[in-house]
Nanobody
Framework: QVQLIESGGGLVQAGDSLRLSCAASQFTFTSTNAAWFRQAPGKEPEFVAGVNWSGSNTEYAGSVYGRSTISRNNAENTVILEINGLNPADTTIYYC????????????????????WGQGTQVTVSS
């Protein structure tokens, strides 16, 4: 069974940093782009950051641009998202996902382009 498992969320203070990890189980996603989304209750998933299949290209949402870094380690089948300068507006559940198409040339920002999703990790930032 294909699984993506996120970890690293938690309760932090405003200004702190977090390192979110996503590990793939039962499949290898080295040929697909990967991304992190976040979703508040009752809202659509919001693209946060994405990395292409080789790790050579990244994309960021404006809300995290300049204070976050996405990377991947294909040898370990993992994708990492680091966010600095966290603020209460970053509070929500974060999900990693893999593109439904192999070797897509661009990093998609629409959640419907992603086939596999993890169960999510909660990030809570207190002021």
């Amino acid at each position: 069974q294909v699984q993506l498992i996120e970890s690293g969320g938690g309760l932090v203070q405003a200004g702190d940093s977090l390192r979110l990890s996503c590990a793939a189980s039962q499949f290898t996603f080295t040929s697909t782009n990967a991304a992190w989304f976040r979703q508040a209750p009752g809202k659509e998933p919001e693209f946060v950051a994405g990395v292409n299949w080789s790790g050579s290209n990244t994309e960021y949402a404006g809300s995290v641009y300049g204070r976050s870094t996405i990377s991947r380690n294909n040898a370990e089948n993992t994708v990492i998202l680091e966010i600095n300068g966290l603020n209460p507006a970053d509070t929500t559940i974060y999900y990693c996902a893999t593109d439904r198409r192999a070797y897509r040339a661009v990093i998609a920002r629409d959640s419907s382009d992603y086939a596999y999703w993890g169960q999510g990790t909660q990030v809570t930032v207190s002021s």
